[in-house]
């Protein structure tokens, strides 16, 4: 079946826009998660969904950025107000449920200039 | 806070040879999971060894978990150049709602 997908899988925006990525998880997943990669470093995650319970936010580096999944199933991150230190690759994965292995999207490369 | 940390960050070896990583962590966790990650874009998830489990395989991979030490290690026998990618170890805690990641294995396999 398909696996998870991400769009755009490149963005360039200028310094102080909003930008969305999209994460469509593995239809039938109840758990969706998002992560940020720099350059050379590890994965920091930043938020997760189960199910209809409220999202675990607790990774979100500033009140600049929020996420939303609707219907369970596809999820928007979106940064406002964008800055340099942005810059990353935006990875979303999805899990049959908590505790299960995840499986990864291709990511999103986000420049800010 | 929990962390995987990888050791070493670099490992350059030739095909054919044995690969080893290492990962420590510091509080108790419920598994242990290790990824495998290409040009630096999606992972892949290679094995999951929970906290009562000491060793697993699948295939060329092997993986040991030791507790007490806070610790496990992931074997690739027989290297391929196609096992050329970032390894990173990744563990979950009950108490936690997802994995935490550490820095990751640079592995370079040479024909």
């Known amino acids: 079946g398909a696996g998870v997908s991400q769009s755009p899988s490149n963005k360039v925006t200028e310094k102080g826009k909003d930008v969305e990525l999209r994460c469509d998880p593995i239809?039938?997943?109840?758990?969706l998660y998002w992560y940020r990669q720099s350059l050379g470093q590890g994965l920091e995650f930043l938020i997760y969904?189960?199910?209809?319970?409220?999202?675990?936010k607790s990774g979100l580096p500033s009140d600049r950025f929020s996420a939303e999944r609707t219907g369970g199933s596809v999820s928007t991150l979106t940064i406002q107000r964008t800055q340099q230190e942005d810059s990353a690759v935006y990875l979303c994965?999805?899990?049959?449920?908590?505790?299960?292995?995840?499986?990864f999207g291709p990511g999103t490369r986000l420049t800010v200039l | 806070s929990q962390q995987g940390e990888e050791d070493p960050q670099a490992l350059s070896i030739q095909e054919g040879e044995n690969a080893t990583m290492n990962c420590s962590y510091k509080?108790?966790?419920?598994?242990l999971q290790w990824y495998r990650q290409n040009s630096g874009r999606g992972l892949v998830h290679l094995i999951l060894?929970?906290?009562?489990?000491r060793e697993k395989h699948s295939g060329r991979l092997r993986v040991t978990l030791d507790t007490s030490k806070k610790s496990s290690s992931l074997l690739i026998t027989a290297s391929r150049a196609a096992d050329t990618a970032s390894y990173f170890c990744?563990?979950?805690?009950?108490?936690?709602?997802?994995?935490?990641f550490g820095k990751g294995t640079m592995l370079l396999v040479s024909p």
């Open positions: 994965a999805s899990s049959l449920i908590w505790g299960n292995e995840q499986f």
């Open positions: 969904f189960q199910g209809n319970s409220a999202p675990d």
């Open positions: 990744a563990t979950g805690n009950s108490g936690y709602s997802t994995l935490t």
């Open positions: 239809s039938g997943h109840t758990a």
């Open positions: 060894i929970r906290s009562n489990e």
């Open positions: 509080t108790s966790i419920n598994n």
